[in-house]
């Protein structure tokens, strides 16, 4: 990766919505993207068996083994949490089931563009369902969907003592009603499972606007507005922490697209408020005019002031 590389977007995490969005972004051909992942690439073959996801449940090199806090309700006891830290995140490492959000929970959020009828033809257009394209699946899209390859008589007799207690058999947990018995379909095709990583970010890689980088665990992002004495936005930028000891600086507006890399061997939090502080008031009017700044108008004294936050992950 080049230190004078410029990007129009940084995302933090190539889990499944990090995959996503590195595929989206990209698509276009019109902005430059880097995603950064904490973990290894996807190259465990567990990762690709659909049954190695026991082999991957407590595997700390693909895996944060999370726990919860210890639970009142339980004892004391800690709920141990696997997720996912490797490309595709815990799309990579989970029992493959594929299951919707529920219609009732959609619609009960009451938010314009996001009830169930509004985001089921996005539901289609990512799935590439095996039984075919009907009212409520897709063809072609990036996520593979399938039914289990096989079927097991105790399965069954759960299924059916289900329905004699009154629960309504189910073939598809993911059309017109969830509720029911039945055996689930699963994110595999030809006996591989199909990850965020495997669908979404794989053909993205083959774009020249896409870098992926590995290992790399961001630890803080902070926010910096520069304003003039009129209350003016002048700019504004974000910096990335990163293992590496790397922070990429970037202005959003369409004319002020810049990435500036500084390189420290380690950064603490402290450090880090320190370095913000340099960009904002010890850039010379030299600096600022590579980005478009001139000293009349942005450098008189007084004529700056800034503030930040930060968040860790």
């Known amino acids: 990766m080049s230190q004078d590389a410029i990007y129009d977007y940084i995302i933090v995490g190539a889990g499944s919505a990090g995959c996503v969005l590195a595929n989206r972004l990209t698509a276009s051909a019109r902005y430059k993207v880097l995603l950064l992942e904490a973990g290894p690439r996807d190259r465990d073959p567990w990762i690709h068996v659909p049954l190695g996801y026991g082999k991957l449940f407590t595997k700390a090199s693909v895996n944060w083994c999370y726990s919860s806090e210890p639970e009142p309700e339980l004892g004391g006891r800690q709920v141990y949490t696997p997720r996912g830290k490797v490309l595709g995140g815990s799309s990579s490492i989970n029992g493959l089931v594929y299951i919707r959000g529920q219609r ?46 096989d079927r097991h008589e105790l399965c069954d007799a759960f299924i059916a003592a289900a329905c004699e207690v009154g629960i309504p058999p189910n073939d598809d947990f993911n059309g017109a009603l969830q509720e029911g018995a039945g055996y689930y379909q699963a994110t595999t095709r030809n006996g591989r499972r199909s990850s965020a990583a495997t669908g979404f970010l794989r053909p993205a890689e083959g774009r020249a606007n896409l870098t992926v980088v590995t290992g790399a665990l961001a630890t803080r992002v902070l926010f910096v507005w520069i304003y003039n004495n009129s209350g003016k936005s002048l700019f504004s930028m974000a910096l990335c922490h990163w293992t590496f000891g790397l922070f990429w600086s970037f202005w959003p507006q369409d004319n002020l697209q810049k990435a500036v890399p500084f390189y420290r061997p380690h950064i603490t939090a402290a450090a880090a408020v320190v370095y913000v502080i340099i960009v904002v008031f010890l850039w010379g009017p030299e600096t600022l005019a590579r980005f478009r700044f001139s000293r009349q108008t942005h450098t008189g004294t007084g004529g700056i002031r800034h503030r930040w936050w930060s968040t860790r992950r």
């Not at 009828?117 to 399938?146: C, I, T």
């Open 104 to 149: 009732e929970d959609f619609d009960a959020w009451g938010v314009p563009g996001w009830g169930f009828d509004e985001l089921l033809p996005y539901f289609k257009r990512s799935e590439d369902q095996s039984r075919g394209a009907n009212a409520w699946h897709g063809v072609g899209g990036p996520q593979a969907v399938s039914d289990l390859p």
